[in-house]
């Protein structure tokens, strides 16, 4: 604040309203303490929504836009932990393919669910979901 930084003061601002607009969702008081899966969840929900809002305003030719967003993301990626590299999940998921003693694309779901569950919040979506495609060919 002192510093005068208004798009990480606005993130800041956006991420307590966030976290106590949660706290209220799962019926509690606004000055209830959040537990850290959740404060993670709710960080990676707002940053979810800055990664679709730029490209939404990139498809309407909107760079001022996305210009601020990208800045706002940079600011929450500061609180979020790193995610795994695809060479990770690669790994992770061919295990696990092997475990569950899936050969063939229809069990396509059941792999991605089983993956989602033990990389929940360690790897990002979209890019277990490459992985999956990638060794099921």
């Known amino acids: 604040m002192l510093a005068k930084n208004k798009i990480k003061l606005d993130v800041l601002r956006g991420i307590s309203a966030a ?18 899966e959740d404060a993670l969840a709710v960080v990676s929900r707002l940053a979810k929504q800055r990664k679709d809002s730029i490209e939404q305003f990139k498809k309407g030719n909107r760079e001022d836009l996305v210009k601020e ?18 060479a990770e999940v690669e790994k992770i998921a061919q295990a696990k393919k092997e475990e569950l003693g899936i050969t063939d694309k229809s069990k396509q779901g059941l792999l991605m669910s ?7 919040g360690k790897a990002d979506g979209m890019v277990v979901k490459e992985v999956v495609e990638s060794i099921l060919k």
Do not use: I, W
């Open 114 to 120: 089983a993956l989602m569950k033990d990389l929940k």
């Open 19 to 36: 976290f106590t607009n949660e706290l209220v969702a799962k019926g509690k008081k606004p000055q209830d303490e959040l537990p850290d």
């Open 69 to 86: 967003e990208e800045e706002q993301l940079a600011v929450l990626a500061e609180y979020l932990p790193t995610l795994m590299g695809r």
